[in-house]
């Protein structure tokens, strides 16, 4: 089966095919409903063959549908069939979780998306749990987001921004009792030195991801998704 995953974020949509290699992407946005992503979606990859869909999406997600508007697009996300739209079956899951998945290698894992907003993750054992950390308080007023998103980083400056980031990764760690954190986003790069007991992850690692989405039952991937280390061998 050709599976097409399609990577949501606030500034681009990324894709890529069963069969290529190299992805394409056009700009989000601000602005961007759901049906323009398909729309253009459609347009970019319309010499592509694929029988399937996965959708990172920039939010959270239960049973394959979004349940809250995304923070950093347009409206019109929640209750729209991508199923109809795409004329084809679609599994959709947050964009951390996604990332998450083709970052997987075994054992316990917390998965911090250093993006425009802050996504995140966590797999035990191979099942996964995506996360909303984001809008979490942490200090001063504001949220785990307004310190280690795009926003965060803008206002901070990169010194004290992977401060911040040094300094959750040591809370989270040690609260969720996990053996790593994997730092992933556009924004993982532009740390200069990593916290003890992380690895920066690979962001080409989603589209990996959003393959192995079809590799399980759709039942497991509403609640929890059984998924496979980086052997093959399955972790459930």
Not at 39 to 62: M, S
Not at 112 to 122: E, Q, R, V
Not at 124 to 131: E, Q, R
Not at 170 to 181: C, N, T, Y
Request: glycine share 14%; charged share 20%; aromatic share 8%.
């Amino acid at each position: 089966m050709k599976i097409l995953v399609i990577d949501v974020g606030g500034t681009h949509v990324k894709l890529l095919a069963t069969g290529h290699r190299k992805r394409r992407e056009f700009r989000s946005g601000a602005g961007m409903t759901a049906t323009q992503m398909v729309t253009e979606a459609r347009r970019v990859t319309a010499d592509w063959q694929y029988d399937a869909i996965t959708i990172g999406y920039p939010g959270p997600v239960r049973g394959g549908h979004p349940v809250a508007e995304p923070h950093n697009l347009g409206a019109g996300w929640v209750g729209f069939d991508f199923t109809k739209a795409f004329a084809c079956p679609v599994r959709m899951v947050n964009d951390a979780a996604m990332q998450a998945l083709g970052d997987y290698r075994g054992g316990h894992m917390l998965f911090l998306g250093l993006g425009t907003g802050l996504g995140s993750a966590l797999i035990i054992d191979g099942v996964l749990a995506p996360l909303e950390l984001a809008h979490l308080p942490y200090k001063h007023d504001r949220t785990y987001e307004s310190f280690l998103g795009l926003r965060g980083l803008k206002r901070l400056g990169r010194k004290k921004w992977e401060k911040c980031v040094w300094d959750v990764v040591q809370r989270f760690k040690a609260a969720l009792q996990v053996d790593e954190v994997v730092l992933g986003g556009g924004n993982a790069e532009r740390l200069r030195a990593l916290p003890p007991g992380s690895r920066r992850g690979e962001n080409s690692r989603a589209f990996v991801g959003g393959f192995r989405l079809w590799e399980v039952p759709a039942t497991r991937v509403a609640t929890g998704t059984a998924i496979s280390d980086s052997t093959g061998r399955s972790m459930s």
